[in-house]
């Protein structure tokens, strides 16, 4: 009897053995705080800042060996707020990211709430890299003059990305409704479906990013399309992207445009290692299309220097002036200046 207590012991250690193999889970994340001062045309306000650098964020991810190159993976991201102790993205527990899908030798398929390839975050971001700002750094990053590099996340989303070959990766993905949950009738969905291409190779890469977000209303759909590159000289890397927008109506534009007028943006920075950090600078401007009296332009200027003590932690400070013209002018969303200085670590 003690030796079969003993071999059933030992098939369930090996199994036990096995499946810890083929399976994992991870825990990590980013905590990011910092100072900052802003000024606007609302006055002067100083204030404790999460996300001064990179929104901070406490995340899952697990996958599953499922034999023949096959695995199965998921991610649950929530947004963090340091400074309050709250959840990003309007309180949603897995705000940032949330999907569960296959990845193999065709690429990976997931369903869930995800971030576009033109998003500058999240696990199948194919721009960010284009922004000498990271898409980062608050008001610096060049989110504040395209739309879909601020962050666009969508629910109800399927998404399908290619393996790299060779340098080159593509992707498409299909949101039944971007915001909240489907209703009856395919008209009636805030429905989206975005494309995605980057090729790195030596010292290039290149993005190009599209959206096309369906009208519920009736009026003309929202698109949104963002070319750019990086070239690196190694003691310097420039930096240029360039966006066009049309048929604005959704809360997925910056600029709140919602009268199915256009824009275009475009961007030039720099980024150049400094000691033991990384200096990083642009400029970009948004020229909104005049309908109905309103004029929605924006010039934003910003450098930033990133110093490590280690590959997990970092202090950095950044300054950065938006200056909103037309019918941004004076508005403190848009007219502001931000001074902030914080430290990141990431685990």
């Known amino acids: 009897m003690k030796m079969k207590h003993w071999a059933l012991a ?109 998003a500058g975050t999240g696990n199948f971001d194919m721009f960010g890299e284009v922004d000498p700002l990271a898409t980062a750094f608050g008001i610096a990053g060049v989110g504040s003059t395209m739309s879909s590099a601020t962050g666009l996340r969508v629910d109800n989303t399927i998404l399908y990305q290619s393996p790299d070959i060779q340098g080159f990766q593509a992707g498409v993905l299909h949101s039944l409704q971007a915001v909240n949950n489907e209703v009856a009738g395919r008209g009636n969905n805030m429905y989206l479906t975005g494309l995605g291409t980057r090729y790195a190779a030596g010292p290039l890469y290149a993005a190009l990013t599209y959206e096309k977000i369906n009208n519920p209303t009736g009026g003309k759909d929202e698109n949104h399309l963002q070319l750019g590159a990086t070239w690196d000289f190694k003691l310097i890397r420039l930096h240029a992207a360039y966006a066009r927008e049309t048929g604005l109506f959704s809360d997925l534009n910056i600029s709140g445009t919602k009268n199915g007028a256009g824009a275009k943006a475009w961007m030039v920075g720099i980024t150049a290692p400094v000691g033991n950090g990384i200096i990083r600078s642009s400029y970009q401007t948004r020229d909104g299309a005049e309908v109905g009296g309103e004029n929605r332009d924006l010039r934003v200027i910003a450098v930033a220097y990133e110093y490590f003590f280690s590959k997990r932690t970092s202090a950095y400070a950044v300054a950065a002036d938006s200056d909103g013209k037309g019918t941004l002018d004076n508005m403190p969303a848009y007219d502001r200046r931000q001074y902030t200085v914080g430290l990141m670590h990431r685990f």
């Open 10 to 118: 030992t098939v369930v250690a090996a199994a036990a053995g096995s499946a810890c193999a083929q399976s994992n889970v991870t825990i990590y994340g980013l905590f990011d705080v910092g100072g900052q001062l802003e000024d606007s045309s609302a006055g002067k306000t100083v204030k404790v800042v999460s996300g001064g650098r990179s929104g901070s964020r406490l995340g899952f991810r697990g996958s599953e060996d499922l034999g023949g190159g096959l695995s199965a993976i998921w991610v649950g991201e929530s947004g963090l707020n340091l400074d309050t102790g709250g959840l990003g993205q309007g309180g949603r527990f897995f705000g940032r990211q949330v999907y569960v899908g296959l990845k193999g030798g065709f690429g990976t398929l997931v369903a869930g709430r995800v971030a576009t390839f033109g």
